[in-house]
């Protein structure tokens, strides 16, 4: 079993910063891609930013600049760095990591429970 615990959402103002943090603990060989997604109330989930094994980053054109994703390899952690929030970046955050068990199984996509992010203008 494996598990992803998030941690470091909150209420912020506009113009704040938050750091997302996302563990991932259990039965890990190795570990992928690892991303954040986010979802308001009444949209669909969208990505925010993704990062590679290999520390390749992507991120969605509304939060480049803004946000910055990492990763400790070492602790299986994955964060998010938000700088320069704004009212729209206010919803359900939640982590998204692509790991095996073992060296001979495939890949699963494990979601985290999600971290509320809440930015007052």
């Known amino acids: 079993q494996v598990q992803l615990v998030e941690s470091g959402g909150g209420l912020v103002q506009a113009g704040g910063s938050l750091r997302l943090s996302c563990a991932a603990s259990g039965s890990i060989f190795s570990i992928s891609t690892m991303g954040w997604y986010r979802q308001a109330p009444g949209k669909q989930r969208e990505l925010v930013a993704v990062i590679s094994s290999g520390g390749s980053t992507n991120y969605a054109l509304s939060v480049k600049g803004r946000f910055t994703i990492s990763r400790d390899n070492a602790k299986n952690t994955v964060y998010l760095q938000m700088n320069s929030l704004k009212p729209e970046d206010t919803a359900a955050y939640s982590c998204?990591?692509?790991?095996?068990?073992?060296?001979?199984?495939?890949?699963?996509?494990?979601w985290g429970q999600g971290t509320l992010v809440t930015v007052s203008s």
């Open positions: 998204n990591v692509l790991l095996r068990g073992s060296l001979h199984s495939r890949y699963l996509e494990v």
